[in-house]
């Protein structure tokens, strides 16, 4: 008997004699380069080191985009925009030891936020490996051992053979639900030396689907089938997971109340009549949430920011849909279903009943209008106006990138995202530093409409160099710098805990002129003229920088 796959796996004549007669001149560097066209690859970012150089003078031979960061850690966060935005996994070429450990922070963002980031790293000669102290230029003991923490999995390669299954295992995981950063390293010899391997064709590395059990998903439609005051926390797997639609007429089927958390801004229509927003800051969603007797949520591990700083605890029966087995139930007991967000959701609109509740609508509404009320007690005219003005200038599809900053942590609850996977920030591990090059990666993956960069006067020190990258590839990247003086939320923090801040203060560069001596355009801003400078500055082709002299608050918090 014949198979299908042992038609599939039967070379053609051309594929046997491109086999016998592979191109001279080839380089391991060259296997790990094809190997990623056969996965499927267009772009791949990075920075070149002494160790990678086989890697990127591979580079020239394909077709690949090469993207190229001033430093480690930037090019990190552009590849995590990057595959947020395709959902592709996004190679990042790192060299050994300094270059490798400079991608850390990144890396953690994009398991924090499952991002698809598989990046790849130079080692040490393949006979300094081992522990042994050898002195090899970066030289590290256990350079593995210093990404085994942060990223999804490890994959080794010490020869040539070995590179285009450790690099399709690698893809394989950084796309398996939860999407996630891999790391592979490959010593530095091997990928110099000369191969005769053929060259690498096509790769098949598809991820298996996550699959919701289908007691559970029975148990947890019927719950919610028949609760009487049912509500939705959505989050970031939602966006991950391209489930917004499903979460959509799930919520109406049911009409159950959603709220999004700051990762899952999007996943759920900002002013649909069953929308809680994003206030999860607030004590008035807070009580909403633990008052209801089925709580699903979707996509999110009730973390300290969705959790209100772990002050939230439910009294209702919890149901929990995870892509990450190990999220599961750790923050509260649950009906936990170890399932892609997608597929859980599809599998609950299939069998949940229709359940009418003609009072949803109106207390979602009561729970706003008291968020807006607490609001308006407290003097937050300008912070208001400034969110307002960035929304206003923001075409409703421009993606947006935000920084560890006052105006972000103001956005996360307060801004309208408009639509599923438009709005990115650094709160799933909270670096700084990440809006800039994480929005130059988001405009490699879409040249088409413009991006929006948001940072501090403190997080945009971190970013500054990439002012030449943008130049240097014409990213059609909006770079709003609001400028306080200093590292403005920790300022607060520190006032309001100890009375007065210690090394929050910070001498600053005129970043108007700063950006001009890259050739970026640059306009500084005052409240009132927001709108028009944003808007203009995103309505044009190429790099511009908007500065906003401008000393933000908080809201006060609820869960002290």
Same mark, same amino acid.
């Given at each position: 008997? =014949? ?6 796996? !039967? ?25 990623? %066209? ?6 791949? @970012? ?10 990127? /003078? ?45 991608? &850390? ?46 990223? +999804? ?18 893809? *394989? ?27 690498? =064709? ?62 899952? +801004?999007?996943?759920?229509?900002? +002013? ?13 969603? %807070?009580? @909403? ?6 709580? $699903? ?7 300290? &920011? ?7 605890? #439910? ?13 599961? *139930?750790?923050?509260? #007991? ?14 609950? $609109?299939? %069998? ?12 979602? !509404? ?48 307060? @801004? /309208?995202?408009?639509?599923?996977? =438009? ?8 670096? &700084? ?23 501090? /006067? ?19 990247? =909006? ?12 300022? *607060? ?30 306009? !500084? ?17 190429? #790099? ?12 006060? #918090? %609820?869960?002290?």
């Amino acid at each position: 008997m =014949t198979h299908d796959h042992d038609l599939v796996l !039967r070379p053609t004549p051309a594929q046997t004699e491109a086999a016998l007669n592979p191109p001279a001149g080839r380089t391991g560097g060259d296997l790990v380069i094809e190997t990623l %066209t056969g996965l499927g690859a267009t772009t791949v @970012f990075g920075l070149p080191g002494q160790h990678a150089l086989g890697m990127f /003078d591979a580079l020239r031979r394909s077709s690949l985009r090469y993207v190229g960061l001033r430093v480690e850690n930037n090019a990190g966060f552009a590849a995590d925009a990057y595959g947020r935005i395709t959902g592709e996994a996004a190679p990042l070429l790192l060299s050994t030891g300094p270059g490798a450990l400079m991608s &850390l922070a990144a890396l953690q963002e994009a398991a924090a936020a499952s991002a698809p980031v598989l990046a790849v790293g130079s080692q040490i000669p393949a006979a300094g490996l081992g522990g042994g102290r050898h002195g090899y230029l970066h030289e590290l003991r256990d350079q593995q051992a210093s990404f085994r923490d942060v990223v +999804k999995s490890v994959h080794t390669v010490r020869t040539h053979s070995q590179i285009p299954s450790a690099l399709a295992a690698a893809w *394989e995981s950084a796309l398996t639900a939860p999407h996630g950063p891999v790391w592979v390293e490959i010593p530095q010899d091997v990928l110099l030396a000369e191969t005769t391997l053929p060259v690498v =064709t096509a790769m098949d590395a598809t991820p298996e689907d996550v699959v919701p059990r289908p007691e559970l998903t029975a148990l947890a439609a019927h719950l919610l089938s028949t609760a009487e005051r049912p509500a939705i926390i959505a989050g970031g797997g939602v966006v991950r997971s391209d489930a917004s639609g499903k979460l959509l007429a799930l919520a109406e089927k049911l009409d159950a109340p959603v709220v999004t958390t700051f990762g899952g +801004k999007g996943a759920f229509p900002w +002013k649909h009549p069953l929308s809680l927003q994003s206030w999860l800051e607030d004590r008035h969603t %807070t009580d @909403f949430l633990e008052d209801a007797d089925v709580l $699903l949520v979707v996509g999110s591990g009730l973390g300290e &920011l969705s959790s209100n700083y772990h002050t939230f605890a #439910p009294r209702g029966r919890v149901i929990q849909i995870e892509a990450d087995a190990g999220k599961l *139930e750790s923050n509260h #007991p649950a009906l936990g279903i170890h399932a892609d967000a997608r597929l859980a959701l599809q599998a609950l $609109l299939e %069998t949940a009943g229709d359940r009418t509740d003609a009072t949803a609508p109106a207390r979602v !509404r009561a729970v706003l209008d008291k968020v807006a009320d607490r609001l308006a007690a407290q003097d937050l005219t300008l912070e208001r106006q400034v969110v307002a003005a960035v929304r206003e200038a923001l075409p409703s599809r421009a993606p947006s990138f935000w920084d560890m900053t006052i105006l972000a942590y103001w956005a996360w609850s307060a @801004f /309208d995202a408009r639509h599923p996977n =438009t709005m990115h920030s650094a709160q799933g591990a909270g670096g &700084l530093g990440y809006a800039f090059p994480a929005a130059l990666g988001a405009a490699a993956a879409d040249p088409t409409t413009p991006v929006l960069a948001v940072s501090g /006067d403190g997080g945009a020190m971190y970013s500054i160099a990439e002012l030449a990258t943008a130049k240097q590839y014409g990213s059609d990247v =909006t770079w709003l710098i609001v400028d306080d003086g200093g590292y403005g939320i920790l300022r *607060e923090y520190m006032t309001d805990a100890y009375g007065e801040a210690t090394g929050t203060d910070l001498t600053r560069p005129d970043f108007v002129a700063l950006a001009e001596s890259f050739g970026v355009p640059a306009v !500084r801003a005052t409240p009132e003229s927001l709108t028009a400078d944003l808007a203009k500055a995103l309505a044009t082709p190429g #790099p511009s920088v908007v500065v906003l002299p401008a000393l933000l608050r908080m809201f006060e #918090p %609820t869960h002290l």
